[in-house]
């Protein structure tokens, strides 16, 4: 079925038909249907439908409804979009005539952005509720490996010493930013464009605040052109998810570097890795892996939204179509990235191997500082102790008083309790720096903003 038929004469060729449908907007059948249902209570309410034609029509509305939340709802090879698909099951039930009302003071252009509007609104609470639960996994995974050291890294070598805790609540903070971006996108996804018509609204007596008020949008839109022709908040959902995968990404390729034999931080459970059709000792985090190949992907569902805006005339052109597969691309793979990983993490078994006593090197050449030595002197005098060590073949656990001595005369013996990774640790006293007390202070905020 389609909605413009009446002033062609043939109709459309099969290749017309197989380029420009697209199903993909079938997902949008219960918003198209909440749409609708407040649509028709608007034109009732403005007189320009009876109250039993209103009666009628929310009643098949509702059945509809009902048939999609059953999963009985049957789309038609001839329907060409949810649209038309909801209004051609619309008139078998109550007739076609009194289907034919039911698009009244409304185009297919402020539809679908109504449509889509919805759909983002309801899925913004679901992946933020996702996000908050992949924190949960990773403030209590924190709290399981108590006070366990690791080393931190830059440049993927050994940096300082920190609680491996510290390092798991780092990405609780960046998942909480992901959050918070798409907290903020619903003030502006959140404004209803139904009435806004074609492009320059309609000369019926319509009523767009009863609609939004109905929708519990915060507000309707102030420009007509602006709400058909516009679709910034599509790229911005994506954008939200596209910089959650990235944040995910991150994540995966630690959880992977810390599978390994090489660094053995961390078993996953059978039931979230697989195997190898050729090695049988293999258990492989793929999880992980197809999260940190996936965000590329929605990276480029991105790139291609704001692609397609950028040479686009006001208001609509069939180009927007293209939208929702990129938005629904990353969104799906935003979803299921978040269960994958919070399950890896809620079900994994945490044994960090301590690092070398290189990552308190720092900590020696601060104790330097604290007696007066410019940092520069410091850093260089602490320098010379490695190079000496490492010429030696000995490690920093290694050094004697000797040691210390010959590098620097304000080197003393007792400062060998500071060559130990759990020594530096302790030794750590800045603000959200990785010390003990400050996994405590994050782990207790963190869970205030859980509930």
């Known amino acids: 079925m389609t909605l413009w038929g009446g002033r062609f004469s043939d109709g459309p060729d099969d290749a017309l038909w197989r380029f420009t449908v697209d199903l993909s907007d079938r997902r949008l059948l219960a918003d198209d ?33 009902a048939e ?40 297919r252009n402020d539809q679908v952005s109504l449509d889509l509007r919805l759909y983002l609104r309801r899925s913004v609470g679901e992946r933020m509720a996702q996000i908050d639960d992949l924190c949960a996994a990773l403030v209590l995974a924190a709290e399981e490996v108590g006070d366990a050291v690791v080393a931190s890294y830059t440049h993927l070598q050994q940096a300082q010493a920190i ?35 074609a492009s320059a609204g309609s000369s019926l007596p319509l009523q767009p605040e009863i609609v939004a008020r109905q929708l519990g949008f915060r507000a309707v839109f102030e420009n007509s052109l602006d709400a058909v022709g516009s679709r910034d908040v599509a790229a911005e959902y994506t954008f939200c998810c596209a910089q959650s995968m990235v944040t995910l990404s991150r994540l995966s390729e630690d959880l992977v570097l810390w599978s390994t034999s090489e660094f053995g931080w961390v078993t996953f459970a059978d039931g979230f890795t697989t195997g190898s059709s050729a090695l049988p000792h293999k258990r492989n985090p793929d999880i992980a892996e197809l999260a940190r190949g996936r965000a590329a992907v929605v990276v480029g569902d991105l790139t291609g939204l704001l692609a397609l805006q950028k040479g686009l005339p006001l208001t609509y052109n069939r180009d927007l179509q293209e939208d929702k597969r990129a938005v629904f691309h990353a969104d799906d793979t935003l979803c299921g990235a978040l269960d994958g990983l919070t399950g890896m993490i809620s079900s994994a078994r945490w044994h960090p191997r301590e690092p070398d006593s290189w990552v308190a090197a720092l900590d020696l050449a601060e104790q330097l500082v604290r007696r007066g030595v410019p940092f520069r002197q410091a850093h260089d005098a602490v320098g010379r102790l490695v190079h000496d060590l490492e010429s030696d073949g000995r490690t920093l656990a290694e050094a004697t008083a000797g040691d210390l001595a010959a590098a620097h005369t304000q080197l003393v013996p007792e400062d060998l309790d500071l060559i130990t990774p759990a020594g530096s640790v302790a030794a750590r006293t800045t603000p959200g720096g990785g010390s003990m007390e400050s996994v405590q202070t994050q782990i207790n905020r963190l869970r205030a903003e859980l509930g």
């Open 68 to 107: 999609g939340v059953g999963g009985t709802f049957v789309f038609s090879d001839t329907d060409e979009d949810v649209h038309s698909a909801v209004e051609r099951r619309l008139g078998e039930i109550v007739g076609a005539e009194l289907a034919g009302r039911l698009h009244t003071g409304r185009s």
């Open 163 to 197: 609680p491996l805790a510290h390092h798991l609540l780092a990405y609780a903070w960046m998942l909480r930013r992901d959050r918070s971006r798409f907290d903020g996108a619903l003030d502006r996804i959140d404004v209803s464009p139904l009435g806004a018509g």
């Open 33 to 65: 249907v909440t749409g609708s249902l407040a649509h028709v209570a608007m034109l009732g309410e403005v007189g320009l439908l009876d109250q039993s034609d209103v009666a009628a029509l929310i009643g098949g509305l509702e059945a509809i409804r």
